[in-house]
């Protein structure tokens, strides 16, 4: 359902766990630079991965390529790596698009249905909303649920 726990990319990604080791969980969070979420997720079964040595030797080399191809294509990668998708990641989506990208829409109905105020707050963050844009959003809902498909 999106929650912690339920997949390693979103749990490193989104809710900013720890899953492997710091070095892997960190070529994953660059390789999130370079190549979308879908595709990072293609690279390996992420449920069975191969053992961390090995890995690391993969998403090192997975990552030296992209740099490469970028750096080819004209690609500012100073610029990438210091302005990374953290806080942007989500930039030009909807809220609905937010939550199904991050795998969170079930768990967000879910909090609406409930009317947990908490639990919505905490979710519309983990998808880069302002306390303001949440709170917004949220009392948007409560105020008319059934004009957002609810009730």
């Not at 900013?16 to 990072?40: A, H, T």
């Not at 390996?44 to 080399?61: C, D, G, Y």
């Not at 390529?65 to 953290?86: P, Q, T, Y």
Request: aromatic share 8%; charged share 35%; glycine share 6%.
């Amino acid at each position: 359902m999106g929650g912690p726990g339920d997949d390693p990319i979103i749990d490193i990604l989104i809710h900013k766990l720890s899953v492997f080791s710091p070095k892997i969980d960190g070529l994953i969070r660059e390789l999130d630079k370079y190549m979308p979420q879908d595709q990072l997720e293609k690279l390996m079964n992420w449920f069975s991965p191969p053992p961390l040595v090995q890995m690391e030797i993969i998403l090192t080399k997975k990552l030296e390529e992209l740099e490469k191809d970028a750096k080819d294509r004209g690609w500012d990668l100073d610029l990438i790596k210091n302005d990374s998708k953290e806080g942007k990641r989500f930039g030009c989506m909807t809220v609905n698009e937010r939550l199904f990208e991050a795998k969170l829409l079930e768990v967000f109905d879910l909090a609406v249905n409930k009317k947990d105020r908490k639990q919505l707050l905490e979710i519309l963050k983990k998808v880069e909303l302002s306390d303001e844009q949440a709170n917004s959003t949220i009392n948007a809902i409560f105020l008319n649920p059934r004009k957002y498909g609810y009730e």
